[in-house]
């Protein structure tokens, strides 16, 4: 009802429903700290007014959002009252955003509490915390190359059990703690300097992100629901799973490498243990599992698809004398795998109007696809100039001593 009142799109009306339950991907309380940021910004003092249809103070998204976190509070009057007076009590604070961000997440927690009981959460941050302080007192925040090792400290079967939950994990505790310093740049909102480094630092991971996971997913669903397949099933799934880290890859090339090199050996391992057989090493899963070359190898084919999808898009526009795009020198291999894409089912049963439209459609989910995959090939570069053979070596060994813990013969019989 209340996406419907706001006119939200299906994607703002899904990712408004994530908030809701909890379940988006990094920091839950991103959404709650940049809607806080907006209404204390707002010359409003009253939070209801920000919700009426006629104010103009808050995007339409957040006072969506803003409308979920009042309707959430009625159903509570003292959680009412508190919300009524939030915006003028959290100007008279130090930290004004921090101290609206956290009534904002009380309110919605206790109607998740409510509403969901069944839900379970694992506090992983308590995790992230205790490992940072043995592994390095010294330095507070992650960095790129402790994930394993934090997957090894910490990884039970019952709590951050795969490498890629692990991953994830320190990425959130990263951005958590990188939103918390915003806070502290915004203690007045009078500040122009302020407001703009904050805006500029809030904006990561959202939806002018491009390589935000909803934006990816979203172009992923729009190029797999096409008439038209540009890509095959393969192409999709693997774009499908390299999207889960785009966001981390720019940042943590080293770790990312791991998860795509060697997550599928774990999942390998698992998927053995389920069906009863009886691990004395994982040796020879581990030593199956792709190098640095093998993935750059297949993320560049990937390339070539995705351009071969562009180049096909361009054939069917309408562009002005002289400014149509270059093709005379196109590879063989980029011209076989356009010729290949108009033979698939589809293509040629539409007409020449309908084709040109339904590929329209695509090209920005291609592109997002494609500076994905750039975004990847990029990092793959930074790790070969500092030289990974050994970083390699390292994590082979450190995940053959983790999935021999975890699912070697003398725990065989535990693992669900």
């Not at 499908?240 to 490498?257: E, K, M």
Request: aromatic share 6%.
């Amino acid at each position: 009802m209340i996406a419907e009142a706001h006119g939200l799109s299906s994607r703002q009306a899904d990712s408004l429903r994530r908030v809701a339950a909890g379940a988006i991907r990094g920091n839950r309380d991103r959404p709650l700290f940049l809607l806080a940021r907006s209404a204390l910004q707002s010359e409003c003092d009253d939070l209801l007014a920000l919700v009426l249809p006629g104010s103009a103070s808050l995007s339409r998204w957040h006072a969506a959002l803003l409308d979920l976190i009042v309707t959430a509070a009625l159903e509570d009057s003292a959680q009412t009252a508190r919300l009524t007076g939030a915006l003028v009590q959290a100007r008279t604070q130090a930290d004004p955003v921090k101290a609206l961000t956290a009534e904002f997440a009380a309110i919605l927690q206790a109607w998740r509490r409510q509403t969901m009981p069944e839900a379970r959460h694992h506090n992983v941050f308590t995790a992230v915390r205790r490992f940072l302080k043995q592994h390095r007192p010294q330095d507070p925040l992650p960095r790129d190359g402790d994930a394993p090792v934090f997957w090894e400290a910490e990884a039970t079967r019952d709590l951050l059990v795969r490498y890629s939950t692990a991953l994830r994990a320190l990425a959130d505790y990263a951005e958590a703690a990188r939103l918390a310093a915003t806070w502290r740049d915004v203690r007045s909102l009078d500040d122009p300097m302020a407001v703009e480094v904050s805006t500029e630092d809030a904006a990561m991971g959202c939806w002018d992100d491009q390589l935000a996971p909803a934006q990816l997913e979203a172009a992923l669903t729009a190029i797999g629901d096409s008439s038209i397949k540009l890509l095959l099933a393969h192409e999709r799934e693997n774009l499908d799973i390299l999207a889960s880290f785009a966001d981390i890859v720019r940042v943590w090339p080293v770790d990312t490498c791991a998860a795509l090199a060697l997550g599928p050996v774990q999942n390998t391992v698992i998927q053995a243990v389920r069906r009863g057989e009886m691990i004395q090493s994982s040796m020879g899963f581990v030593a199956a599992a792709n190098s640095l070359e093998d993935l750059k190898g297949r993320h560049a084919e990937l390339g070539e698809a995705l351009m071969a999808a562009l180049h096909l898009i361009a054939k069917t526009r309408t562009f002005p004398n002289g400014t149509a795009p270059n093709r005379s020198n196109d590879p063989l291999t980029l011209q076989k795998r356009i010729v290949a894409m108009e033979r698939r089912q589809g293509f040629a049963a539409l007409s020449d109007h309908e084709r040109a439209e339904t590929l329209g459609a695509l090209i920005e989910p291609v592109l997002a696809l494609k500076a994905m995959i750039d975004a990847y090939l990029k990092a793959w570069e930074k790790l070969d100039r500092i030289g990974v053979a050994d970083i390699e070596l390292e994590h082979r060994v450190l995940f053959q001593r983790k999935l021999d813990a975890l699912y070697g013969v003398g725990v065989i019989g535990q693992v669900t």
